[in-house]
């Protein structure tokens, strides 16, 4: 069992930036691929990035793709989303997850096994 909690979320304007962090208990950290994902009031959940057990491979929605940075500390059992050039379309609730191997749809939520319960981030204009 693995409970992951996100932190970082808040009100900033656009053009700013956010770092979010998710925090996982247990010592098996380093074998979970971790992603996050975002869902916006009356949408559904959509895939923002997702990273490898070693860190070595990542992976982006197009929305986010130069915008948003995925990376692990496995040391300290953490995965952060720092988020820059932030837009009001970017304000959503962003849950983190975490995936046991196989791994072959990054980007599918049905390939997450955890879930964080989430953390709001919202853009103003």
């Given at each position: 069992q693995v409970q992951l909690v996100e932190s970082g979320g808040g009100l900033v304007q656009a053009g700013g930036s956010l770092r979010l962090s998710c925090v996982a208990s247990g010592r098996t950290f380093s074998s979970y691929a971790m992603g996050w994902f975002r869902q916006a009031p009356g949408k559904e959940r959509e895939f923002v990035t997702a990273i490898s057990w070693s860190g070595?491979?990542?992976?982006?929605?197009?929305?986010?793709?130069?915008?948003?940075?995925?990376?692990?500390?496995?040391?300290?059992?953490?995965?952060?989303?720092?988020?820059?050039?932030?837009?009001?379309?970017?304000?959503?609730?962003?849950?983190?997850?975490?995936?046991?191997?196989?791994?072959?749809?990054?980007s599918n939520t049905y390939e997450y096994n955890y879930w964080g319960q989430g953390t709001q981030v919202t853009v103003s204009s």
């Open positions: 070595g491979s990542t992976y982006y929605a197009d929305s986010v793709k130069g915008r948003f940075t995925i990376s692990r500390d496995n040391a300290k059992n953490t995965v952060y989303l720092q988020m820059n050039s932030l837009k009001p379309e970017d304000t959503a609730v962003y849950y983190c997850a975490a995936a046991r191997s196989p791994w072959p749809r990054p």
